[in-house]
Nanobody, 116 residues
């Protein structure tokens, strides 16, 4: 059974940095593309960044140049380095397959709060 466990969130001031981690289990980690998603109150969950099996990355325009997604196949972990954080980055952050598979449950997510 696939499981994603996110961590690393917190409260920071605008301009600060955080590094999120996502530990995946129950899958052959190396063969999948993963994404970091986020959801703010009253908004739909959105894809923030993705990383493919060979390491090709994509980013939403709103985070390009500020966020960096990476993966460690030896640790079955996906990371999201977030720099120059803005108040509008405030959300619960999740990781999952990309594209999202509706048969997969979402993890508990990790809260990121950026104050101005």
């Amino acid at each position: 059974q696939v499981q994603f466990v996110e961590s690393g969130g917190g409260s920071v001031q605008a301009g600060g940095s955080l590094r999120l981690s996502c530990a995946a289990s129950g899958i052959t980690f190396t063969i999948y593309t993963f994404g970091w998603y986020r959801q703010s109150p009253g908004k739909q969950r959105e894809l923030v960044a993705s990383i493919s099996r060979p390491g090709t990355t994509t980013y939403a325009d709103s985070v390009k140049g500020r966020f960096t997604i990476s993966r460690d196949n030896a640790k079955n972990t996906v990371y999201l380095q977030m720099n120059s954080l803005l108040p509008e980055d405030t959300a619960v952050y999740y990781c999952n397959f990309m594209p999202y598979d509706s048969r997969t449950d979402w993890g508990q997510g990790t809260q990121v709060t950026v104050s101005s």
